[in-house]
């Protein structure tokens, strides 16, 4: 029933090394997906976002990759610095649909990078 | 500029009384959602509002979840006969244009919901 998946609740990382959170879907209609980061007592964030059309993006420290085959995205973090430790959500959308941008969000993963 | 702001930030409420959640979105933004984060889950789908009115509901609950948006701004989130299972963080999100999907949500910090 939960059609975007992250399977991994936690994460815990040392500074200046990698960080990769993952995320699966399991809705075929997906074509859009997105990265959100959410720290304590804020609303969620935009961090990064990648087209089907693609299977990477890369913002700065921030990598996205897409394997439609496999139905699987993750968020690469390189260098990993102290101020990412957050909340990751991962969410999805059939853009070229009409869902108005109804996101479907991942449960999300806790990030600790490590000074 | 302000960003999307929510009120109350906490509300505690008895089961069976009626709670109103109040969202400012942006100001400009056209495109408004309600989303809702429950206790280790991800954020669910509520309601998204095209200026004043709600081309899509079809993820509020129950009956009992309502929302109305005024003036192409403020939106109210109205949850009557409160229940335990209401119980969670409700997030506002707004986005510049309506309908597009890629339109990037900027969300409110949240109005956490405890229903004794």
């Known amino acids: 029933d939960q059609q975007v998946k992250q399977n991994s609740p936690s994460l815990s990382v040392q500074e200046g090394r990698i960080s990769i959170l993952n995320c699966d879907y399991t809705n075929s209609m997906f074509d859009y997906f997105l990265w959100y980061k959410k720290y304590p007592a804020e609303g969620p964030t935009f961090l990064i976002s990648i087209s089907s059309i693609k299977d990477k993006n890369e913002d700065g420290r921030f990598t996205v990759f897409l394997n439609k085959s496999a139905k699987h995205l993750s968020l690469h973090i390189v260098p990993s610095q102290p101020g990412d430790s957050a909340v990751y959500f991962c969410a999805a959308d059939n853009a070229g649909g009409t869902s108005y941008g109804k996101l479907t969000f991942g449960q999300g993963t806790i990030l600790t990078v490590h000074p | 500029g302000a960003g999307v702001s929510q009120s109350p930030s906490n509300k505690v409420t008895e089961k069976g009384k009626d709670v109103e959640l109040r969202c400012d979105p942006i100001?400009?933004?056209?495109?408004l959602y309600w989303y809702r984060q429950s206790l280790g889950q991800g954020l669910e789908f509520l309601i998204y509002f095209q200026g004043n009115s709600a081309p899509d509901k079809s993820g509020l609950p129950s009956d009992r979840f309502s929302a109305e948006r005024t003036g192409g701004s403020v939106s109210t989130l109205t949850i009557q006969r409160t229940q335990q299972e209401d119980s969670a963080v409700y997030l506002c999100?707004?986005?510049?244009?309506?309908?597009?999907?890629?339109?990037?949500?900027?969300f409110g910090p949240g109005t956490r919901l405890t229903v004794l």
């Open positions: 100001s400009g933004h056209t495109a």
């Open positions: 999100a707004s986005s510049l244009l309506a309908g597009f999907s890629t339109d990037t949500q900027y």
